[in-house]
């Protein structure tokens, strides 16, 4: 194998590594893109839904929430348990630093009055209320609004319980929103609770003083898509771009191979002598191969042909020669 064919295979090898992972990436990042799509689907079909009644969605304590119902609204009455109040730490909301107030609530009524006994009386839902202003230094005492007191009937989007976490916090504060770190830290823990939690939506009756409304969730569906014709696009330059090399050595291979036995090719500057790079005034230097050679014998070299002003200055010179001869011999 010659070296232009080993150059031009390794160029073919790249150009086909490249574009596999170009192909992959883009697409996982299409893969990407239809789950954020499913996701912002479900958010939009949940909020344009109706409330249901808790035990609709949730029927006993412990039942995990089903696929597709997160963000869905429901309805449940009971009452709030102000005393276990708990702050989630580091979750600021449109870029302002908070805390969140996560409230744990007593069911009296999951099915808001659609059954003909009380479901689930007893049950803890935790509750997000919204967030309030930090203090001045992360040890300042932070004392959140007063949630409504007696029988209250609220209205939330249901969410995934967060992992918990092993990363400390201060009394009564928590890193994340897991339900049994919640209500331990605010003094209930072993409660009969469910496998999430609520985002608070609205109250009945209203609190005297409201909490700082939580973040919608977002519909962007972001770069995922564009990236993945994008990484598409890549793949095809690739296999472009190193087939055309390839097909550059095997063509310059071929091209010094036809050319192996002729004469060297002569390099004819333009000027006083060649630049190191041609200019508008200084043009590229011109290639010019040199005339094959033909000796007197060969029958095919064709003669030269006079012209009137040669034969006359060709009869002038033979003249001045034998008048210089004579001049000798006298």
């Not at 939580?214 to 771009?241: I, K, M």
Request: overall charge negative.
């Amino acid at each position: 194998m010659s070296p232009a064919v080993r150059r031009a295979s390794g160029l073919v090898v790249v150009a086909l590594v490249v574009a596999v992972a170009c192909t992959f990436l883009g697409r996982w990042q299409w893969n990407r893109h239809v789950w954020r799509d499913h996701a912002i689907a479900e958010v939009v079909a949940s909020e344009k839904a109706a409330p249901v009644p808790l035990d609709r969605l949730l029927p006993s304590a412990g039942a995990p929430l089903p696929q597709g119902d997160e963000w869905r609204q429901v309805q449940v009455v009971g009452h709030y348990e102000p005393g276990a109040t708990v702050l989630l730490r580091n979750r600021p909301v449109d870029g302002n630093a908070g805390y969140h107030a996560l409230v744990p609530f007593v069911v009296e009524d999951a099915s808001v009055g659609t059954s003909a006994q009380p479901t689930q009386v007893g049950s803890v839902l935790v509750v997000d209320r919204g967030w309030v202003e930090t203090g001045e230094t992360s040890a300042a005492v932070v004392d959140p609004p007063a949630p409504p007191s007696g029988t209250v009937t609220v209205t939330v989007k249901l969410r995934e319980d967060e992992p918990a976490t092993r990363r400390s916090a201060p009394p009564r504060q928590v890193q994340a929103i897991s339900v049994d770190q919640v209500l331990a830290a605010g003094g209930m823990a072993g409660a009969t609770t469910f496998r999430g939690y609520g985002g608070l939506v609205s109250e009945s009756p209203a609190p005297a003083v409201a909490h700082g409304p939580l973040q919608e969730p977002s519909t962007d569906p972001g770069p995922h898509l564009s990236y993945a014709f994008q990484w598409w696009v890549f793949a095809l330059g690739g296999l472009l771009a190193f087939g055309s090399m390839a097909r550059r050595e095997l063509l310059e291979a071929r091209y010094e191979a036809a050319l192996g036995d002729e004469d060297p090719v002569e390099i004819v500057p333009n000027g006083d002598g060649p630049a190191l790079w041609p200019t508008r005034d200084d043009p590229r230097p011109v290639r010019r191969r040199p005339p094959a050679r033909r000796t007197p014998s060969d029958p095919n070299v064709p003669h030269r042909r006079g012209g009137r002003d040669e034969d006359a200055e060709d009869a002038l010179i033979d003249a001045q020669l034998a008048a210089s001869e004579q001049r000798s011999a006298h």
